[in-house]
Structures are given as C-alpha cells and as structure tokens.
C-alpha cells in the first residue's frame, strides 16, 4: 500500500507510522519537527519518504503533499493524526486561535485536498483521528471540544458526499478517548490508554473499512453515555 500520515512526528501518528513501516508498504511522513521525521525514515529508509509542513500554512502543506505523491505515484491510505488543543478555561482567544486554525483550518485544506486526490484516483481511504471529546462542549477546552465536533461532522459530511457520488472513497472516522502522548492535558484524567493499544485498534478499524470506531473500545461505552446524558445532568459533572 501507499500509505501518507500527516501528524506522524508522535504519539497516534508515530505509533500508526511504526504499525505500517513494512515491506509491503511505502509510507510518506509530514509534520513540523523535520529531525522527528528525519528520525523515523532512519529506522525504514527504504519505505519512508518525509515533507515538512505546518498543516495551518496552506502553501507549505500543499507543496509537502505534492510532493509524497509525486514519490508514491498514488494514495492507497491517508491519515490526519495532525492536531492540537489546549487547556482554556479562562477563555484566553491567543490560546483558542492556535487549536482553530490546526484542527479547522489547516485540516479543512488537508482533508480536502486528499479526498480531490482520491477523486482524480477513483479510489482511496481517508481517515481522520477526531476524538471522543468532540461529542460534548467541555468548558476546560472549548475550542478543541468545538473543532472536534467539527470534524466529526466534516467526516460524516464527506462520507455521504462519496456515497452520493458512486465514488470508491471510504471515510473513517477515529474518536480516542484520552490516549497517554502529550495531548493528553489536565489533571484527574482517567482510562488514559496506552498508545501502542490504541494503535492496533486503529489499524484494525482500518482494515475492516468502518466508518467510525472509538478507541479504545470501552471508551464507546462512555462516549454512548456521555452523548446521551441530559444537559441538566452533564452540566453538573
Ligand atoms: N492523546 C489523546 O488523549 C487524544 C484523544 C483524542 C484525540 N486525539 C487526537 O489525536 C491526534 C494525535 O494527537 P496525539 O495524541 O498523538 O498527540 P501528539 O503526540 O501531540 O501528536 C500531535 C501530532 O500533530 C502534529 N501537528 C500538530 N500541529 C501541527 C501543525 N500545525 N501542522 C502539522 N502537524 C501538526 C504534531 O507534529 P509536529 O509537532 O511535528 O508538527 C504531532 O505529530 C490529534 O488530532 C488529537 O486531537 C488525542
């Protein structure tokens, strides 16, 4: 398979990386932090191409896809781990704006120019890492709960676009809960999963082409309850 991850400089993305970095794949890496990139193609020089791009420069991230593509010739596979939030609970904007423009703006353009590329291709699978936090407004971080309930929509939107228009594209969506990298922020968090479980189970959701999987799978069981808690209750918690 010809495989891109966008966000494969740590945690989900890394540890998705790691899962694919084999002879049967050919993979193209684009994140921020080029020695990180430059890191991992050591470990697989023969499979691994890598673009460096801040996903919220439109300019800079086209020319790194332009250029996997040119070495792959296709995407059989690509996956948007890229993403940030913070804690905000002051409702500081120079700490919204940053988690705005990563998880809407630059995704937006990111997830839109591959699934044009999958158009153009006839064929493709475009995964997406949301989140389970995308369910609910969370006071503690607003923006990122907010920016992941738009993806969560923006990947429910594509997956009936490609359904209406007869395209070979399949859309998955992954909503983790709390998973142990450095997004994982605040106090008192709990069923943080390790990252390596988190990863299989994506690789499996992937294979099996669903359309969303929350990982790890007892966390599917918290995002039910939580979707469906009254806001008289949840506004208590
Ligand atoms: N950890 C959790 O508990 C959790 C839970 C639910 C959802 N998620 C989602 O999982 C995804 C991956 O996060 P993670 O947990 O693996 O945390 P992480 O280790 O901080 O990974 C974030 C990745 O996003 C990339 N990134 C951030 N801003 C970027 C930008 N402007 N341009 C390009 N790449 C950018 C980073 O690479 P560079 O810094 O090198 O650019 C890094 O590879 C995120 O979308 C996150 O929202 C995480």
Redesign the pocket.
């Known amino acids: 398979m010809k495989i891109v991850i ?8 890394k540890a998705l990386f790691k899962r694919y970095a084999n002879e049967k794949n050919r993979i193209g890496i684009i ?3 080029k020695h ?1 990139l430059d890191e991992l193609r050591k470990q697989y020089p023969k499979n691994t191409i890598t673009a460096t ?4 420069n439109l300019e800079e991230t086209m020319q790194a896809i332009d250029v996997l593509l040119k070495e792959l010739g296709h995407f059989d596979l690509a996956i948007i ?5 913070e804690i905000n609970a002051t409702l500081d904007f120079l700490v919204e704006r940053p988690t705005i423009y ?1 998880n809407v703006v ?1 995704w937006t353009f990111v997830i839109d120019t591959l699934y044009h590329i999958f158009e153009q291709q006839g064929y493709g699978h475009l995964v997406a ?1 949301t ?3 995308g369910l609910r407004g969370e006071p503690m971080a607003p923006a990122y709960s907010a920016t992941k309930a738009y993806q969560i929509n923006y990947m429910e939107a594509l997956r009936k676009k490609a359904y209406k228009s007869g395209c070979r594209i399949t859309i998955t969506d992954i909503r ?4 142990d ?4 922020k605040g106090e008192g968090l709990f069923w943080v999963m390790p990252v390596e479980k988190v990863a299989s189970q994506i690789t499996s959701a992937i294979c099996r082409k669903k359309s969303k999987a929350y990982v790890t799978k007892r966390w599917h069981l918290l995002a039910v309850i939580n979707r469906n808690l009254p806001f008289t209750l949840y506004k208590r918690m």
């Not at 966008?6 to 993305?13: L, N």
């Not at 791009?53 to 919220?56: K, L, N, S």
């Not at 983790?176 to 998973?179: D, K, N, R, S, Y």
Request: with cysteine.
């Open positions: 966008i966000g494969a400089t740590s945690g989900i993305g994140g921020r932090r990180l791009a801040d996903i919220t781990c890229s993403g940030t939030g990563t630059g890492i989140s389970a936090g983790p809960g709390l998973v990298t450095a997004m994982a």
